[in-house]
């Protein structure tokens, strides 16, 4: 069993920056995927960022290419999404998500096993 707890969302201007944490805890292999997910109002969810525990397999959706960066520190488990440039189409609720399968396979589908409580960003004009 996987714990996933988020952390470091709030309210930024529209421009400014934030760093989301999500803390991890149990199990998870260097072969599992890691990534955030977000999801607005009225909006379906969505896969951000992706990345395996061993820190491959990069990916980002495209609107946030170039302004976030997807990062973890593997001896705390800690999973990092750095936001820059935020825009308030950004605003969201920001969910941390693990899954055994590789990301290859799993972001396909985003049926990720284990979701953290989220943490919300609001990005004002």
């Known amino acids: 069993q996987v714990q996933l707890v988020e952390s470091g969302g709030g309210s930024v201007q529209a421009g400014g920056s934030l760093r989301l944490s999500c803390a991890a805890r149990?199990?998870?292999?260097?072969?599992?995927?890691m990534a955030w997910f977000r999801q607005g109002p009225g909006n379906e969810r969505e896969g951000v960022a992706f990345?395996?525990?061993?820190?491959?397999?990069?990916s980002y959706t495209d609107s946030v290419k170039g302004r976030f960066t997807i990062s973890r520190d593997i001896n705390t488990n800690t999973l990092y999404l750095e936001m820059a440039a935020l825009k308030p189409e950004d605003s969201a609720m920001y969910y941390c998500?693990?899954?055994?399968?590789?990301?290859?396979?799993?972001?396909?589908?985003?049926?990720?096993?284990?979701w953290g409580q989220g943490t919300q960003v609001t990005v004002s004009s």
């Open positions: 149990g199990y998870i292999a260097i072969s599992y995927c």
């Open positions: 998500a693990v899954d055994p399968r590789p990301c290859s396979s799993v972001r396909r589908d985003g049926a990720f096993s284990y």
């Open positions: 990345m395996n525990r061993a820190g491959g397999d990069i």
